[in-house]
């Protein structure tokens, strides 16, 4: 078969590290440099009992960059952990 | 009577009058876990120099004749599952012990901030898995009405030191009925209130859409005192409601006259112990003569709540517990390398329920398998929500006995996890469908061994249910033979 027969198809996925204050699920900053285990807290490290708060700046970022895209912006999103 | 066996609102009104101090209580409250905790092994652990220095301050505070809150001074204590900030926290697992959080779960710090004397850690099932307490790492529990039966469970450890009169109220969980159903074999109080209507952050997590923090109690009022103190929003916990919190105890008796009462015949059928039934329906018989309208009622889709608990609540403890790795805390396997590391700790610290549980959990989410079973529970879960809905637009409160059968023995149900599950028949389908609901007690059968009633409520309005169940509670509250030294 000749190759003009195929049509490629190519997808970026990109990746953005948001520069929000604090880290996505935890009030714990994100300072480039700090000394090691000085920016953790209870629910990064993963200890029993703690749970994440989603972060209100990184949810607004997502928005305005689906905004820049053009997209539809969902009303109601759920969270479904990977496991 | 001695003010050590009052239930939690006599206690609370004899500090009020000053009949008793705060320190007074404590020591009684200690005396008796001398006395009966190593037959009963309720306690974990007990927090003795805090509960001092809490005793002490509240004393102070009661001399300084301020108005104090309903829980200040009243010993309580909290089952192993809650953090506490310095205490040791195993959940009744191996795999935590010797594990000391730095930090107070939410209802910890506001039971703190209520004034309550914290009194220690009560023994449970292994990661609230289990209705009896036999699965806890630590050795079971004992029912304080007899020694050689279980006080149910998870929280079995919770029920019987408040039935043994040990303290005046406790914390427990309830994930599918680990509060109501040890509340109604030690023959107390003990609620489960709405979804997110208490916060759950530093509460070690079993199953995340079900999980619930309640009270026990003697009395109802006594219930109504916790969960005033307990509830709330709480930043940490975005699963937790911002609806206000009304004084829970101001309407309890208010009376019933009008107020509609649904009864299931799916909760009625095969499996029910005949006494159970009987006192049972001698509790909506107390109701109606009270002015409430009975209604029989169908929850068609309630055989299927138990299939579809032990498929959400596995899948969901699968992921909480996938954390517990040896890392960063709790006991880690002496290995040469890494995935040896981790499944060593694992399978020496958990045990053979917790295993089971994971297990079943992961396969029900596994590729493959997650629409035949994780999705397809979820639906049924949705359709066993729609059952309540329906029933609460012609009920206030739905009526039922919270278990099957009264206390059973130890080791009677340990070969047979199936059995075991049917415990919680009656109870998981108000954790499905995030409903409130109380057990409370309803008198007791040929073997002198307590029964328990079931109300379940609208979401968010434990003021009514609260005030059903006030009115449907026995008014006199026997203590168990043990209590008295018998």
């Known amino acids: 078969m000749p190759v003009s027969d195929f049509e490629p198809v190519i997808g970026l996925e990109v990746h953005a590290q948001l520069l929000t204050r604090s880290k996505i699920f935890c009030g714990c900053p994100t300072r480039f440099g700090a000394p090691p285990n000085t920016q953790v807290c209870m629910v990064c490290l993963g200890l029993p009992g703690a749970l994440p708060a989603l972060n209100e700046a990184a949810v607004e970022m997502a928005i305005k960059a689906g905004k820049a895209f053009g997209c539809r912006i969902a009303e109601r999103s759920i969270w479904a952990r990977k496991n | 009577m001695k003010a050590d066996l009052l239930p939690l609102s006599g206690i609370s009104d004899a500090l009020a009058s000053g009949q008793v101090s705060p320190e007074a209580l404590l020591e009684a409250s200690l005396e008796r876990i001398r006395a009966l905790d190593a037959r009963l092994h309720a306690f974990l652990r007990l927090t003795e120099v805090e509960a001092r220095t809490a005793a002490k301050a509240s004393a102070q505070r009661r001399k300084s004749k301020k108005p104090l809150g309903a829980l200040d001074g009243v010993p309580v204590a909290l089952k192993d599952i809650f953090c506490m900030e310095g205490v040791e926290t195993t959940c009744g697992s191996k795999i935590l012990r010797g594990y000391v959080p730095p930090y107070d779960a939410t209802v910890v710090r506001k039971l703190k901030q209520a004034g309550a004397v914290i009194v220690g850690k009560l023994n449970m099932d292994e990661f609230a898995m289990g209705s009896s307490t036999e699965n806890s790492a630590f050795g079971p529990t004992m029912n304080p009405w007899d020694l050689a039966r279980t006080p149910g469970g998870s929280s079995g450890g919770s029920a019987a030191a408040v039935a043994a009169r040990m303290v005046a109220g406790t914390l427990g969980t309830d994930t599918g009925g680990s509060i109501r159903q040890p509340a109604a074999m030690v023959g107390c109080a003990g609620m489960k209130p709405t979804y997110g209507r208490v916060s759950r952050f530093g509460v070690i997590a079993f199953a995340s859409s079900l999980d619930q923090v309640g009270p026990f109690a003697q009395d109802v009022r006594g219930v109504a005192y916790l969960l005033t103190a307990i509830a709330g929003h709480d930043p940490n916990d975005q699963t937790s409601s911002t609806r206000p919190v009304p004084d829970y105890a101001a309407a309890l008796d208010k009376g019933v006259r009008g107020l509609r009462i649904g009864v299931p015949a799916e909760y009625f059928g095969e499996g029910l112990a005949p006494e159970v039934e009987k006192a049972v329906r001698a509790g909506v018989e107390k109701l109606r003569a009270q002015g409430c309208e009975i209604r029989e009622i169908s929850l068609p889709n309630s055989p299927h709540a138990i299939a579809t608990y032990y498929i959400v609540a596995t899948a969901e403890a699968s992921s909480n517990l996938a954390r517990y790795d040896g890392v960063r805390y709790g006991h880690r396997a002496k290995a040469n390398q890494l995935l040896e590391m981790y499944e060593k700790t694992r399978a020496e610290g958990f045990g ?135």
Not at chain 2, 393 to 419: C, H, I, R, Y
Not at chain 2, 438 to 457: E, R
């Open chain 2, 352 to 486: 053979a329920e917790v295993k089971r549980r994971i297990m079943l959990g992961t396969y029900a989410l596994s590729a493959g398998y997650y629409d035949a079973y994780y999705l397809r529970a979820q639906k049924v879960r949705a359709l066993i929500r729609r059952d309540f809905d329906q029933a609460f637009a012609a009920v206030d409160a739905v009526l039922s006995p919270t278990s099957p059968t009264t206390a059973f023995q130890l080791g009677e149900k340990m070969d047979d996890p199936l059995a075991m599950y049917l415990n919680d028949v009656y109870t998981v389908p108000a954790n499905l469908a995030g409903l409130p609901g109380i057990s409370i007690p309803a008198g007791f059968d040929s073997k002198d061994l307590p029964i328990g009633l079931q109300l379940i409520g609208k979401p968010f309005e434990e003021e009514t249910l609260l005030r059903i169940a006030r009115s449907a509670e026995p008014s006199q509250h026997r203590a168990p033979p043990i209590v008295e030294g018998r």
